[in-house]
Nanobody, 122 residues
């Protein structure tokens, strides 16, 4: 499955962005989805994940209460709503998919999308 992420950009601290991830050529309805991010000089890390039905979500502690992952009505789009952004959220954000479970580790990701840059300024 080919994943396409979009929605990144430059935002001031305290602002919001919404990232989107869609699949080309295949539906995402049977896939568990996640967002990862990679800041300069750091390892890629799990940010948020959602199961195929949208009934279960997971978040890294640093974004709990600020970020929200969801699926579109047709389950073919996955969103990451990011509120109260801080400078430490600056990173390239990647969407990821897997058919077995919510991928919370890089090794559990079956498919990667290309990244979208999120830059938070002071």
């Amino acid at each position: 499955v080919q994943l396409q992420a979009s929605g990144g950009g430059l935002v001031q601290a305290g602002g919001s962005l919404r990232l989107s991830c869609v699949a080309s050529g295949r539906t995402l309805i049977n896939y568990h989805m996640a967002w990862f991010r990679q800041a300069p000089g750091k390892e890629r890390e799990f940010v948020a994940g959602i199961n195929w039905s949208g009934g279960t979500t997971r978040y890294v502690d640093s974004v709990k209460g600020r970020f929200s992952i969801s699926r579109g009505n047709g389950k073919n789009t996955v969103y990451l709503q990011m509120n109260r952004l801080v400078i430490e959220d600056t990173a390239v954000y990647y969407c990821a998919a897997d058919q077995m479970s919510i991928p919370t580790m890089i090794s559990r990701v079956g498919y990667w999308g290309q990244g979208t840059q999120v830059t938070v300024s002071s």
